[in-house]
């Protein structure tokens, strides 16, 4: 009896060990790579292994990101005892041996699975084997899982999410859980403690403002969607506006600032989605500019407010660690916004910290890297159409 009870003891103290880990992860916004938003199924080992390395070359690890995670279609079956099976065409090393050479190159790796008996693509998903499939994860190395939400069959969403989180929490090995239901039964009300990052809209597009029959949003649509979704977000638990679009094409570089800009400002995860194996300097400029990012992951976790709405021009702030304050003037129309900002007219109420009546701050503009006023003076800038103007403000 006394054996029993020591063997329980320990178990329970390592799942309160793990569980503890769980929460501890994702401080600051995940930043990585997903391959769905330009590969779709067409993923393979080679693939991946590539990535990984260009993410090393590019120097997008050196500026933050880590994580490589593989979307849907990896998943082929499962094996006579329910184990999840791997492609062995796609995948012919095994998925332990692709997460060990992500390892190597100092990069994390992730996964894909859903909440439903099937993925989008219908793959096997994990209903019904969730610690079973958490175990396996834990054996390959993995330290993210992006958990989908198709063919659901009436589930209730956070029973599903929960339980899989319970899965991983003793799978023994700390992931990354990444909820994506899609906003549906709003997860920022109920997903803290379960995940640490959830979906709040309809899958991105790669473009300004657009609508699609099939479903879908541009980003501007989606940045919409995050306005009244500040206080759900921080250290360990953030809303999640879907993946970067950032190089893929369908946008103009102005368009592809403005959405680099804003997910920062959202403290929305990072997670590029384009072919880091050509990744052109155009597009290297936005996705590793140091100044943004470090926005994104301020040590605050506070996701930015549109304090202002002028219909067409809005003004966004976002609170940071140490007094700053990052603001971003995002200009909504086709045309050039001839910005002339009075500083000292302005109250940013929700930022106690900041009081620009009485005190005069620096003005950085983090695109063009350098001082560009104070808020002693106006603010004169001409914003280019579906443009920004993305600034942090620091005493003097």
């Known amino acids: 009896m006394k054996k029993k009870f020591l063997i329980a003891l320990l178990l329970a103290q390592s799942i309160f060990t793990y569980s503890q880990e769980f929460t501890d992860l994702a401080k600051t916004p995940p930043m990585g790579w997903n391959s769905w938003n ?33 979307d849907d279609c990896w998943q ?35 996964i894909y699975s859903c909440a439903g008996s099937k993925t989008c693509q219908s793959r096997p998903g994990s209903r019904g084997y969730q610690f079973q499939d958490a175990k396996k994860y834990a054996e390959w190395g993995v330290d993210y899982l992006k958990y989908d939400w198709c063919f659901d069959e009436g589930q209730d969403a956070k029973s599903a999410y929960k339980t899989m989180s319970d899965a991983l929490k003793e799978s023994g090995r700390p992931m990354v859980f990444s909820i994506c239901e899609w906003g ?30 099939w479903g879908g949003l541009g980003i ?36 592809n600032k403005t959405h680099f800009s804003m997910w920062s400002m959202l403290a929305s995860p990072l997670m590029a989605g384009n072919d880091l194996r050509d990744l052109d300097p155009v597009t290297a400029q936005i996705l590793m500019n140091k100044e943004v990012i470090a926005v994104n992951q301020d040590a605050k976790g506070q996701q930015a407010r549109r304090f202002m709405d002028m219909g067409e021009y809005e003004i966004w702030a976002k609170p940071l660690a140490d007094g700053k304050v990052a603001v971003c003037f995002l200009n909504r129309t ?35 890297h350098k001082s560009i006023g104070n808020t002693e003076s106006k603010l004169v800038k001409s914003i280019p159409a579906h443009g920004v103007l993305m600034v942090v403000l620091s005493k003097k």
């Open 38 to 70: 330009k590969f779709g199924c067409d993923v393979s080992e080679k693939l991946i292994m590539g990535m990984a390395d260009a993410m090393v070359k590019s120097g997008m690890r050196d500026a933050g990101y880590n994580y490589i995670v593989i």
């Open 220 to 255: 501007l649509d989606i940045i919409d969607k995050q306005a009244d979704l500040w206080k759900y977000a921080g250290p360990g638990h953030w809303n999640d506006p879907d993946m970067l679009e950032v190089g893929n094409g369908g946008m103009t570089f102005d368009e």
């Open 184 to 213: 549906g039964s709003k997860p920022w009300e109920w997903g803290e403690g379960i995940g640490h990052l959830w979906r709040t809209t309809a899958d991105i597009r790669d473009c300004y403002q657009c609508t699609f029959d």
């Open 76 to 110: 082929i079956g499962r094996d006579n005892s329910g184990n999840i099976i791997a492609d062995p065409e796609r995948f012919p090393s095994g998925m332990k041996a692709l997460g060990d050479y992500i390892h190597s190159k100092g990069l994390k790796f992730g």
């Open 334 to 368: 086709n045309t050039v916004w001839n910005l002339n900002y009075d500083w000292k007219k302005q109250t940013m109420y929700f930022v106690e910290e900041v009081n620009i009546r009485k005190q005069a701050y620096d003005v950085r503009d983090v695109w063009e």
